[in-house]
Nanobody, 115 residues
Framework: QVQLVESGGGLVQPGGSLRLSCAAP????????MGWYRQAPGKQRELVAR???????NFADSVKGRFTISRDDAKNMVYLQMNSLKPEDTAVYYC?????????WGQGTQVTVSS
């Protein structure tokens, strides 16, 4: 059983920043694309950002210029730095590891942007 463990969610005011972290097993980290998805109440889960094993990244249009994704291969960690947060960023954020048709998910961490 592959476990992805997220941390770093919480409550932040609009315009603030948060950094999410995800720990993955070393057995998959170097081969899998790592990503962050989010799901707001009543909405479908959507891709926020992804980083491949060779460091290529892509982002949802709604977060471009505000969020960055990075990975630390030595620590088997992936990070999502979220700046200039907006109320519409409020959601449960999930870490994802993907290789071809195989997907693993974390348990999710709540991010709430509110004054």
């Amino acid at each position: 059983q592959v476990q992805l463990v997220e941390s770093g969610g919480g409550l932040v005011q609009p315009g603030g920043s948060l950094r999410l972290s995800c720990a993955a097993p070393g057995s998959i980290f170097n081969s899998y694309a790592m990503g962050w998805y989010r799901q707001a109440p009543g909405k479908q889960r959507e891709l926020v950002a992804r980083i491949t094993s060779d460091g290529s990244t892509n982002f949802a249009d709604s977060v471009k210029g505000r969020f960055t994704i990075s990975r630390d291969d030595a620590k088997n960690m992936v990070y999502l730095q979220m700046n200039s947060l907006k109320p519409e960023d409020t959601a449960v954020y999930y870490c994802n590891a993907r290789f071809m048709t195989v997907n693993y998910w974390g348990q999710g961490t709540q991010v709430t942007v509110s004054s």
